[in-house]
C-alpha cells in the first residue's frame, strides 16, 4: 500500500511565474484535499475533490489558485503568477469516503519558495 | 465557527517518561471528530490517533492515549514512555459538518535524554 505521493518536494520559482503540483492519492481513496501550511502555523483547508467533483473551496484559494482531479485519480493544483505570500508548504491528503470522520492521510508536501 | 486551541508553544519530557499535549475546540456540531497528527522535521503529517464526539471509550493506539473530555471541549494527547524520536511537532485538528480538517496551531515536543 503506497501512500500520498506529491511531486515536486522543492519549488523554488521568480515572483510572477507560474507553478503547478501533482498529488497521487492512496489508489482506493476517493476523496482528496489541498492545504497549505505557513510557517509555525497548522496546515489551512484550501479545497477538496470526492472524485472528480470539488467540494468545496476555501477562501484563501485566490482566482490565481486552480486545482483539478479530471479523472478522479492525480489532481494538479497551479498557482498563477506567484507572489511572496504563496511562499508556503502545500499538503495533500486523501482520506475513503465510507465510514464516518476517516483519518486523512498526507503526502510528504511540496514546499514553494518564492525568489 | 470550529477552531482548536493549543496553548503550549512547547513542551520539553525526559525519555521514558509520560507527557501530555492539550488541545481545546469550539464547535456547534453534535457530531464531530478529533483527530492528533505528528509533523516531524522532515514535514510529513503522520496520523496517530483518533476519538469521535459519540465515542464513550478514550481513544488509545499503542503509546497514544487520548484522554476526551466532552463537557469541557478538550482532546488532550497522552503520550506514554517517551522516545527520541517522538520529538516533533504535534497538531491537533478536528472534523464536523464538512469534509475540511481544522488544526491548531502545534506544539513541539522535545524528548530529551
Known amino acids: 500500500d503506497t501512500g500520498v505521493s506529491q511531486n515536486p518536494r522543492h519549488k523554488i520559482t521568480k515572483r510572477g511565474q507560474n507553478v503547478t503540483f501533482r498529488c497521487d492519492p492512496i489508489?482506493?481513496?476517493?476523496?482528496l484535499y489541498w492545504y497549505r501550511q505557513t510557517l509555525g502555523q497548522g496546515p489551512e483547508f484550501l479545497t477538496y475533490?470526492?472524485?472528480?467533483?470539488?467540494?468545496?473551496k476555501s477562501r484563501l484559494l485566490s482566482d490565481r489558485f486552480s486545482a483539478e482531479r479530471p479523472k478522479g485519480s492525480f489532481s494538479t493544483l497551479e498557482i498563477q503568477r506567484t507572489e511572496q505570500g504563496d511562499s508556503a508548504m502545500y499538503l495533500c491528503?486523501?482520506?475513503?469516503?465510507?465510514?464516518?470522520?476517516?483519518?486523512?492521510?498526507f503526502g510528504d508536501g511540496t514546499r514553494l519558495s518564492i525568489l | 465557527a470550529q477552531k482548536i486551541t493549543q496553548t503550549q508553544p512547547g513542551m520539553f519530557v525526559q525519555e521514558k517518561e509520560a507527557v501530555t499535549l492539550d488541545c481545546t475546540y469550539d464547535?456547534?456540531?453534535?457530531?464531530?471528530?478529533l483527530f492528533w497528527y505528528k509533523q516531524p522535521s522532515s514535514g510529513e503529517m503522520i496520523f496517530l490517533i483518533y476519538?469521535?464526539?459519540?465515542?464513550?471509550q478514550n481513544a488509545t493506539e499503542g503509546r497514544y492515549s487520548l484522554n476526551f473530555q466532552k463537557a469541557r471541549k478538550s482532546a488532550n494527547l497522552v503520550i506514554s514512555a517517551s522516545q527520541l524520536g517522538d520529538s516533533a511537532m504535534y497538531f491537533c485538528?478536528?472534523?464536523?459538518?464538512?469534509?475540511?480538517?481544522?488544526f491548531g496551531t502545534g506544539t513541539r515536543l522535545q524528548v530529551f535524554p
Open positions: 491528503a486523501s482520506s475513503p469516503q465510507t465510514g464516518r470522520h476517516q483519518p486523512q492521510h
Open positions: 489508489s482506493e481513496h476517493n476523496r
Open positions: 475533490f470526492q472524485n472528480e467533483a470539488q467540494l468545496e
Open positions: 464547535t456547534s456540531d453534535q457530531s464531530y471528530g
Open positions: 476519538q469521535g464526539s459519540y465515542d464513550e
Open positions: 485538528a478536528m472534523i464536523g459538518g464538512t469534509d475540511k480538517l481544522i
